[in-house]
């Protein structure tokens, strides 16, 4: 998508703060942090949200969540505890047209804050 603000980060041409990065994911931190540890969690592969993933995008969502497993631990929150969200849609918050969660953890969590992609980088 070439007004996409994740596949631009994607490509190289808008700098991010990567936390880990494979031939089909990219994991970075928010600009705007939510907690002590707050990054995005994306595929490669442009999709523009939870209701746009076809059966053949099943597998890839699946991984996603393996990558979230890995990066928790890598974060060292995964045995405290973390906050996992997929916005999907304008009402929710979704700003960033593109599939991706928030991974949140390193405090104690609260109630459900919001977590705008107003803020996403």
């Known amino acids: 998508m070439d007004n996409c603000l994740f596949c631009k980060i994607v490509e190289g041409s808008i700098p991010s703060s990567k936390v880990y990065e494979d031939e089909r994911f990219l994991v970075f931190r ?9 990054v995005l969690i994306i595929p490669k592969k442009h999709i523009g949200s939870m209701n746009e993933v076809a059966p053949e995008d099943f ?14 631990k890598q974060l060292g929150v995964a045995e405290s505890g973390y906050r ?3 916005n999907c849609g ?3 918050g979704q700003a960033v047209q593109h ?6 953890g390193g405090a104690k969590l ?3 804050a919001q977590s705008s992609d107003s803020h996403a980088l």
Request: net charge negative; proline share 8%; aromatic share 2%.
């Open 110 to 112: 609260g109630a459900l």
């Open 59 to 72: 597998v890839l969502i699946g991984e996603m969540h393996r990558i979230a497993q890995d990066v928790a």
């Open 30 to 38: 928010d600009i705007q942090p939510a907690a002590p540890v707050h």
């Open 99 to 104: 599939i991706h969660y928030h991974l949140l």
């Open 84 to 86: 996992l969200i997929n």
């Open 90 to 92: 304008p009402d929710s």
